[in-house]
């Protein structure tokens, strides 16, 4: 069978960038998210047997500013004419895949479509009428996959209503499967985190994923599903409804013994540190194996996890867990309050100093509301240039359709169009005049800059020089 799996572009929609004035461009450095579509690669993990091909049409429209992404898909879909066109799409890229499906449509009608991702499964009602046969909702590598033996056995209209975390299209709508959150947790555990299929990265080993400050290969990992908690502006948790996985560390050993080209392995998950005991063994066999040799490691971890096991930061680092990329969020208790992040601000600075004792590079971000005053803006940049880190990250507050964030803030959003729904643009009305909203943050993609600074000049230049980290002055 043919499946052709696609992960669509990004549409450049950068406000935050368009304001900036030119110093301000070089310390905003556009949003870097460099890496593979693993929920693909994961897919295609479990179809072995088939003829599978992966474009990766994010990472195209990256390294070559002219590539036509409908255009592209299209000569695909005419050359390889796949039985099966599977989409994975966040809420950025909605509008495209709306496209994409009408283009599919055109080609071949016969052509079974599915999509999943993070849109799907928040928004499943926006895909009535777009061509979308079937909607994968939540993690989708064991309904792919039995999409696939069903139409095998059956044909192209087989029955697909026994496969759990599916919307099926019909009439003007969608009639639901059982959702994933039905099953126990030890069902979920058992049939659907398939720990012993690994992803197949070969698929997309024609993309070059280069860490731009590195100038290395990426790859990314997947330890764990979901999260332990309940962020209110957060999509990931949704995924799972909820619940937190953890992967067997075993099978993470043995697909990391296959990984030694890739000197960055980002583990691609909510919450690396969600299962304390589970993730101290995995940093354990990590040790043990020498997989600590070869690689950087880059993970999510929250402050208060480290807080409360300081000595699992250290095992942490000891594994070559180099880049901490910690949600902080806000400088602030009553805005922690605000998004339910169960965290407090005397945490996040504490936490900072063990990581940064620790040698590694903290990646904290800062959500900058668009009801800021400037007072806001000069708490959070006091707050930067007093704790400083490697880097402290800005977006911009965006309330996701589908979170609980959105039903609260839906009523003052500004701009519709999901194209911009990136975390670099206010959606919803400032309450500074935008020219001075925008102009404000980029002074503090500045203070950002020089609080880098202060951490290499803290913890030491030549540690780091070590890890053959380039960074500028160094
Ligand atoms: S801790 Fe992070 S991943 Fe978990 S719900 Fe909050 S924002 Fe989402």
Redesign the pocket.
């Known amino acids: 069978m043919k499946i052709l799996l696609i992960n669509p572009p990004i549409p450049y929609k950068y406000r935050m960038f368009d304001y900036a004035d030119e110093e301000g461009k070089k310390a905003i450095s556009r949003r870097i998210l460099v890496g593979p579509p693993l929920g693909l690669n994961d897919i295609a993990g479990m179809l072995r047997e088939e003829d599978v091909i992966i474009i990766d049409q994010k990472t195209e429209m990256d390294q070559y500013p002219d590539y036509d992404p409908l255009e592209a898909a299209e000569e695909e879909i005419y050359a390889f004419q796949p039985d099966i066109v599977g989409i994975t799409c966040l809420t950025a890229q909605y509008n495209y895949v709306r496209e994409l499906l009408a283009v599919i449509r055109k080609i071949n009608k016969n052509i079974l479509t599915v999509v999943g991702g993070v849109y799907p499964t928040l928004c499943p009602q926006e895909f009535a009428g777009t061509g979308a046969d079937i909607l994968a909702i939540g993690i989708g590598k064991l309904s792919f996959s039995q999409i696939v033996q069903e139409y095998k056995e059956k044909g192209r209209d087989g029955d697909y209503s026994h496969i759990y975390g599916l919307a099926l299209s019909k009439g003007n709508g969608f009639v639901f499967t059982k959702s994933l959150g039905e099953m126990s947790y030890q069902e979920f555990q058992e049939q659907c985190m398939l720990d012993d299929f690994l992803p197949n990265r070969d698929l997309t080993e024609r993309y070059e994923y280069i860490f731009p400050f590195l100038n290395k290969k990426i790859q990314y990992l997947s330890t764990s599903h979901g999260?332990?908690?309940?962020?209110n502006?957060?999509t990931?948790?949704q995924l799972t409804d909820g619940r937190y996985f953890f992967r067997k560390v075993e099978s993470m050993i043995r697909e990391l013994k296959g990984m030694d080209q890739y000197p960055i392995i980002r583990f691609c998950d909510?919450?690396t540190f969600g299962n304390v005991k589970e993730a101290q063994y995995l940093f354990e066999r990590i040790i043990e194996e020498g997989l600590h040799r070869n690689h950087m490691y880059f993970a999510?971890l929250?402050t208060d996890t480290v807080l409360k096991h300081p000595e699992l930061i250290q095992l942490a680092a000891k594994a070559g867990l180099k880049v901490a990329v910690c949600?902080v969020?806000a400088t602030d208790d009553e805005e922690l309050e605000r998004y339910e992040?169960k965290n407090n601000v005397e945490t996040i600075k504490e936490a900072y100093k063990i990581m940064n004792e620790a040698g590694m590079f903290v990646n904290g971000n800062y959500i900058i509301r668009p009801d800021y005053t400037e007072k806001d803006f000069e708490r959070v940049g006091r707050f930067i240039e007093d704790n400083p880190i490697f880097h402290a990250g800005l977006t911009i507050l965006t309330p996701f359709p589908g979170t609980q964030q959105w039903e609260e803030l839906k009523s003052q959003v500004v701009i519709h169009d999901l194209d911009y729904y990136n975390l670099t643009n206010a959606v919803l009305k400032t309450a500074l005049p935008e020219k001075e909203f925008y102009h404000r943050l980029t002074e503090l993609f500045k203070t950002s800059g020089r609080a880098t600074g202060k951490f290499f000049s803290l913890y030491g230049k030549e540690e780091y020089k070590k890890f053959g980290l380039q960074v500028a002055g160094m």
Do not use: P, S, V
């Open positions: 999260c332990t908690h309940r962020c502006f957060c990931l948790w909510a919450n999510d929250r949600g969020e992040k």
